[in-house]
C-alpha cells in the first residue's frame, strides 16, 4: 500500500462518470494512485480542462490495451503538444490517439507512434493540427518509419516554404502523394504501366489508353476503373491490397475492362430497367466476359478469383455474411457465376448460377445477360432487399464501375444519376476522349472564330520570355540586338489521345523506319578491298596480281585492304512551323496540312528515339517581333513518352512565321552540344513573314542570315519545305542543296522520315 | 568433280505445302524462269527449295549470302597450286556448267557489285562471261537459279536494284495458316497435337506485338524448337521463354509481359 499524501479521484470534480467507473475498475493501488498523480500534474500546469478531459479518457483507453507502460510517454508528447499548440489540438491529439490505437498491437509500436508525434509537434508544429486529422489515414497506410519517412521527406522538400510544407503535408499535393504512395509501398500503376499495356497487346492483340487518377479523389466510384472504347480510367492505386494481390490488381483491372472491350460488343440501352436491375444484368455481362476470356487463356481464372470478397470459406453463408444486404448478396452472385465449384445455399443465388451456366451454349451473346438479368431483377423484388445505388460498387474491386457497358444518353438516366457515383466527372473526360475519334480537324479544339480571326489561337496565353535574339536589317546590313523577344507559352494539357492512336496504328511504318535509321548508323567498320595502302593483304588481289604476273600481264598495286570505321555522333534538332498558313487544307481533301505535320513529326521523332538518337524537338510561330512564341516540346536527351506525344498533340495552328528568331533560337540551343555533327530540320512552307513587317524581303534575307550563321557555328540546317508555292525563297535562304519540297503534306509522314535518314548518313 | 551428283539430295526433306508453290516452282522450272523466294525468317525457304530439288532430283547448291562476299566467291578464281596458277570453278559456274539448282540465300546480304554477275543468266542469253579466263560458258539445260529474300528489312542501303528483281518469278512465303502450322509442329518435332495448338497460341501473342515491342513475330521454326526442348523435358513455359521470347527480344517488359501472357494459357 502506498504511503503519502493520499490523492483522492473525488478531487476530481469534473471527470466524466464513465471516465470515473473506469479508472475505478481497471486501476488498482499503485496504477490508481500513479495515475491520478498524472491528472495533479496537468491541472497544476495550467494546461486547461480540455487536457485533463482528453488525458483522462485516452490514458484508460491505453492502460486497457497496453498496461500503465506507455502512459509515461503519452504525458510527455501530451504535453508537448499542448505547450506548441494549446489544448484545444492536445484534445484533438487525445481523440486521435484512442482512434489509432486499435492499428497497434504491441505497445512498442505505439509507444514509436507517440515519440513520431512528438517529432512531428517539435518539427513543424503549424501543420500539427493537419496531420492529426489525416492521421488515421495514414497509420491505415504505413508504419512508423514510413510515415517519419514521408513527413521528413516533405519538411526536406519544403525547406522553409511554409506554405509549400503545409500543402505537401496535408496531401493536397500530387508530389507528396506520390511520395507517399512510394513510401508506404502501395503499388503504384505507374510502375506496371507500360508492362501491362505490352501485356494487353500481347493477349488481346488491342491497343488500351490509360489514364490514371490520383488517390485524392476520394469520390467512391472513382476508386474503379471505368473505360469507354479503347479508352480505361484507373485509380493510380487500391490501398489495402498488399503482396501479390497488390501487384496483380492492376493488371486484373485492365484485363477486366479490355474483355469488356473484346466481348461486349455493344451497349445495353438503359430503357426502363431500375439501378438494381442494372446492377445484376452488370455482374452477369462481367461474369460472361470474363468467362469467354478465360476459355481462351486459363490463367486468368486464377488472376481474378482471389479478389472475390465471397470466399467460399463458411459453410453457412448467410450467418458469414451477416445481415443480407445487397452488398453480400451481389458479392455471392458475381463469385458463383465464375467459380462453378463455389456452392451458395441461397435460393436465389443458386437459381442465378444454375440459369447462367444451363446456357453456356449462349455465352458468346450477351443479350443473355440482359435476359437473365430481368428476370433476377424481379425476383429479387421480393426479396426486400436494400439497395442504395448511391452507394453501390461492383464486387470485386478490380472491376469496372459499369459506365461502359450501357447507354445513358437518354431521359432515364436521371434516375441513374446516383449509379453513375462519379460519372460526371468521367462524362467530361469521356467526350474528350470520344472526341479522339472524330476527325482531328473537326474536334472542339480549334474554334469557330480561328476562321473569322485567323490569328486568334486558343493556347494558354501565359508566356515567359526565354530570350532575346537579334534581327537582321538587309538594308542596313545590320543586327539589330534584342530585336525579338522569344517566349515560352504553356502546353494545354489535354489530350485526346490522337495522336498516341496514329502511332500505334502506324507502328509497323515506325519500325521500318527505326530498321532502316539503325542500319545506317553503320558503326561497324567497312572493309575496303583493292587498296592502293592499307595495314593488310588484301590476298583475293593479290592472288589475282600473280596470276597476271604469270601471264605477262601487269599486275595492279591495289593489293592492300583497309577497314574503315565510320561514327556516327548526329545530334538533330527539329523545328516545326506551325504557323497559320498550316491551317489550310490539303488539296482535293479535307485534311488540313497542319494534321499532316503533326503526323509525319510524330512517326519521326517515334522512330528516331527508338533508334537511339538523341534529338530535339520544338514548334514555333510569332506575332510580331516581341511575341515570337516557342514551345520547347522535348530536350535533347529526353528519352521520348507520352508527355511528349500529348504536348505535340496540343499544338494548333495560328499566327505568322518569323523564321530567322526561331533559328537563333534552336541554334543556340544545339551550339552547346558537344555533338561532331549538329543537324537543325526545319518543317516550313518556307515563307517568313509576320504582321509588322511590310517588306517581303526583310525576314527572308533575315532567315538567310541566320542560317549562315549557324552555319559558321557548325550547324547543318535543312528545311522541308511543305506545300511551298514555289522554291524561290527556299533556295535564298537555305541554299539550293538544303532543301526539300513536299507538292502535298499527304506525303509527308512517309517522306519525312526518309528525308531525315539521307541526312543522318 | 566433272559433275554435281554429289550435290544431289537423297532423303526425303519433308515440306508441307501451303498454297501450291510447288506447282509455281515446277512451271517456273519447266521454263527455267528464275525464281524468288521472298518471306520472313523460318517460314520454310530453304526447307521449300530442298525439297523441290529432292523431287526433281536435281542437284542443289546453296551460296549464303553475305555482304564480303565478292564476285569471284560465286564466279571462281585462279588458286596457286605449288607453281602452277588452276582456275577453281565457284558454286555459281558449277552449277552453270553441270546443270543443277543454284541457291542464291539471302542475296540482299551481297553487295550489289556482286549480284551484278547473274544479271546474263537471268534473261534469254543464259550465258555466264567468265573474265579472268576469257571463257563464256553457255548454262547447262538443267541450270536453274534461285535467291531467296527477305523483305522484312527492307532497306535503301541494302535491297536489290530493280533491274535485278525483275528477272525473277517470286513465290511468296509467310507464316503459314493455324492448321498447316500445327502440322508442320508437329512434323518436325514430334510433338502432341495439343501442344503444337498452344505454341500457335504462343506465336499469336508474339505476332500481336510485331512493331509494338518486337521486330516480328516468332517464326515456325522458333515453335518447332520449343517444341523440341520439351521433348526434352523443358516445362511449357520455360520452353517458350528460352526458345522463343528471349531470343527475339532483351527488353525486360516484353518479356515479362509474355511470360505472364504465356503462363496465362494455362
Not at chain 2, 526442348?229 to 523443358?234: D, H
Request: glycine content about 6%; aromatic content about 10%.
Amino acid at each position: 500500500m502506498h504511503q503519502g499524501k493520499i490523492i483522492s479521484i473525488k478531487s476530481f470534480s469534473n471527470l466524466d462518470n464513465s471516465v470515473r467507473i473506469k479508472a475505478q475498475k481497471f486501476l488498482r493501488e499503485k496504477a490508481l494512485y500513479d495515475w491520478l498523480e498524472y491528472l495533479k500534474r496537468i491541472e497544476g500546469s495550467g494546461y486547461g480542462k480540455l487536457v485533463l478531459k482528453g488525458f483522462s479518457k485516452t490514458s484508460l483507453d491505453i492502460i486497457e490495451k497496453f498496461g500503465f507502460l506507455p502512459i509515461k510517454i503519452f504525458y510527455s508528447t501530451l504535453s508537448s503538444v499542448t505547450i506548441k499548440k494549446g489544448q484545444k489540438t492536445s484534445y484533438n491529439f487525445c481523440n486521435v490517439c484512442s482512434e489509432i490505437l486499435e492499428f497497434y498491437n504491441s505497445d512498442k509500436k505505439f509507444l514509436t507512434w507517440l515519440m513520431l508525434i512528438e517529432k512531428m509537434t517539435n518539427l513543424a508544429p503549424e501543420a500539427l493540427e493537419i496531420l492529426l486529422n489525416e492521421m488515421s489515414f495514414l497509420v491505415e497506410k504505413m508504419n512508423v518509419s514510413q510515415m517519419e519517412d514521408w513527413f521528413l521527406t516533405c519538411l526536406r522538400a519544403s525547406s522553409g516554404d511554409m506554405e509549400k510544407r503545409i500543402k505537401l503535408l496535408s496531401l493536397k499535393d500530387n508530389e507528396g502523394l506520390e511520395w507517399l504512395g512510394q513510401t508506404a509501398g502501395i503499388k503504384s500503376f505507374k510502375e506496371q504501366e507500360n508492362k501491362i499495356k505490352i501485356y494487353t497487346t500481347a493477349i488481346w492483340g488491342m491497343n488500351v489508353n490509360i489514364k490514371e487518377i490520383p488517390i485524392t479523389n476520394t469520390k467512391a466510384s472513382i476508386r474503379r476503373t471505368a473505360f469507354s472504347n479503347n479508352f480505361v480510367r484507373v485509380p493510380s492505386s487500391y490501398p489495402g491490397f498488399t503482396g501479390q494481390l497488390g501487384e496483380e490488381v492492376f493488371r486484373a483491372a485492365i484485363m477486366h475492362a479490355a474483355a469488356h472491350m473484346k466481348f461486349t460488343y455493344k451497349k445495353f440501352e438503359i430503357g426502363k430497367l431500375k439501378p438494381i436491375q442494372v446492377a445484376i444484368i452488370s455482374i452477369i455481362e462481367d461474369a460472361r466476359v470474363e468467362l469467354l476470356s478465360i476459355k481462351e487463356f486459363p490463367g486468368l481464372k486464377e488472376l481474378w478469383i482471389p479478389y472475390h470478397m465471397a470466399t467460399g470459406e463458411s459453410k453457412n453463408l448467410n450467418k458469414a455474411y451477416g445481415p443480407l444486404t445487397s452488398r453480400t448478396l451481389f458479392s455471392r452472385l458475381s463469385r458463383s457465376l465464375v467459380d462453378e465449384n463455389y456452392v451458395d445455399g441461397n435460393g436465389w443465388i443458386t437459381r442465378a448460377k444454375d440459369m447462367f451456366f444451363k446456357n453456356k451454349k449462349r455465352w458468346n451473346d450477351q443479350t443473355l445477360s440482359r435476359e437473365l438479368g430481368n428476370i433476377l431483377g424481379n425476383d429479387i423484388g421480393q426479396m426486400r432487399i436494400q439497395f442504395n445505388p448511391k452507394d453501390y460498387l461492383p464486387d470485386p474491386i478490380y472491376r469496372d464501375e459499369n459506365s461502359g457497358i450501357w447507354n445513358f444518353d437518354n431521359e432515364n438516366t436521371k434516375d441513374f444519376e446516383e449509379l453513375q457515383t462519379g460519372i460526371e466527372s468521367y462524362q467530361v473526360e469521356k467526350k474528350e476522349t470520344d472526341d479522339a475519334e472524330k476527325n482531328f480537324e473537326n474536334s472542339d479544339i480549334i474554334e469557330p472564330l480561328a476562321k473569322i480571326a485567323p490569328n486568334k489561337v486558343s493556347q494558354s496565353e501565359e508566356a515567359e520570355i526565354i530570350s532575346l535574339q537579334p534581327e537582321f536589317d538587309y538594308k542596313s546590313g545590320r543586327e539589330n540586338f534584342n530585336w525579338c523577344k522569344i517566349k515560352k507559352y504553356n502546353f494545354n494539357n489535354k489530350s485526346n489521345y490522337y495522336l498516341n492512336n496514329y502511332l500505334y496504328e502506324n507502328s509497323k511504318i515506325v519500325s521500318n523506319i527505326k530498321n532502316l535509321i539503325e542500319s545506317s548508323k553503320i558503326s561497324q567498320p567497312i572493309k575496303l578491298k583493292k587498296q592502293q595502302d592499307g595495314e593488310e593483304l588484301d590476298l583475293d588481289s593479290c592472288i589475282e596480281s600473280i596470276v597476271d604476273i604469270k601471264r605477262g600481264s601487269t599486275p595492279s598495286n591495289k593489293i592492300y585492304k583497309k577497314t574503315n570505321r565510320k561514327g556516327r555522333d548526329l545530334l538533330v534538332s527539329i523545328l516545326v512551323d506551325i504557323s497559320e498558313s498550316t491551317n489550310d487544307f490539303i488539296k482535293d481533301t479535307n485534311k488540313k496540312i497542319f494534321s499532316s505535320i503533326i503526323e509525319a513529326t510524330g512517326i519521326l521523332s517515334e522512330a528516331i528515339n527508338k533508334s537511339g538518337d538523341d534529338f530535339g524537338l520544338a514548334t514555333f510561330c510569332s506575332n510580331k517581333r516581341d511575341d515570337v512564341r516557342y514551345w520547347k516540346i522535348k530536350d535533347f536527351k529526353d528519352k521520348l513518352n507520352k508527355s511528349h506525344i500529348n504536348k505535340l498533340e496540343s499544338m494548333k495552328p495560328g499566327f505568322s512565321t518569323r523564321l530567322g528568331a526561331a533559328v537563333r533560337q534552336a541554334g543556340d540551343e544545339l551550339v552547346s552540344q558537344t555533338n561532331y555533327r549538329k543537324l537543325l530540320l526545319i518543317i516550313s512552307d518556307g515563307e517568313p513573314s509576320d504582321i509588322d513587317v511590310d517588306d517581303s524581303e526583310y525576314l527572308v534575307e533575315d532567315a538567310k542570315y541566320a542560317v549562315k550563321r549557324l552555319a559558321y557555328n557548325g550547324i547543318d540546317v535543312f528545311c522541308v519545305g511543305v506545300e511551298s508555292e514555289s522554291n524561290k525563297n527556299l533556295s535564298r535562304i537555305f541554299g539550293n542543296k538544303n532543301y526539300v519540297i513536299i507538292k502535298s503534306a499527304s506525303e509527308l509522314p512517309k517522306k519525312l522520315p526518309l528525308i531525315y535518314l539521307t541526312l543522318s548518313r | 568433280m566433272s559433275d554435281n551428283s554429289g550435290f544431289i539430295i537423297s532423303n526425303e526433306p519433308k515440306y508441307i505445302e501451303v498454297d501450291s508453290e510447288s506447282k509455281v516452282f515446277e512451271a517456273s522450272w519447266e521454263n527455267r524462269i528464275p525464281l524468288m523466294l521472298k518471306g520472313p525468317t523460318g517460314s520454310g525457304k530453304t526447307r521449300f527449295i530442298e525439297h523441290m530439288s529432292w523431287k526433281l532430283k536435281k542437284p542443289l547448291i546453296t551460296v549464303s549470302c553475305h555482304e564480303d562476299m565478292t564476285a569471284s566467291d560465286l564466279v571462281g578464281r585462279f588458286l596457286l597450286e605449288g607453281t602452277e596458277t588452276v582456275w577453281k570453278d565457284g558454286p555459281l559456274t558449277r552449277a552453270v556448267r553441270y546443270g543443277g539448282i543454284c541457291y542464291l540465300d539471302e542475296i540482299v546480304e551481297a553487295r550489289q557489285d556482286t549480284t551484278v554477275v547473274i544479271h546474263s543468266l537471268t534473261d534469254d542469253r543464259r550465258i555466264l562471261p567468265i573474265e579472268k579466263t576469257g571463257e563464256i560458258i553457255k548454262a547447262h539445260k538443267d541450270f536453274f537459279l534461285v535467291i531467296s529474300y527477305n523483305p522484312g528489312y527492307q532497306s535503301v542501303l541494302k535491297d536489290l536494284k530493280e533491274s535485278t528483281k525483275q528477272r525473277f518469278a517470286s513465290i511468296n512465303f509467310d507464316y503459314p495458316a493455324k492448321d498447316i502450322e500445327k502440322e508442320i509442329i508437329i512434323l518436325e518435332s514430334k510433338t502432341t497435337k495439343e501442344i503444337a495448338e498452344k505454341l500457335i497460341k504462343v506465336s499469336e501473342r508474339t505476332r500481336n506485338l510485331k512493331g509494338r515491342g518486337l521486330h516480328e513475330g516468332a517464326s515456325t521454326r522458333m515453335l518447332i524448337a520449343a517444341a523440341k526442348l520439351m521433348k526434352s523435358n523443358l516445362s511449357f513455359v520455360e520452353a517458350c521463354l528460352k526458345g522463343v521470347v528471349h531470343p527475339m527480344t532483351d527488353d525486360q517488359d516484353v518479356i515479362d509481359s509474355l511470360e505472364r501472357s504465356i503462363r496465362d494459357l494455362g
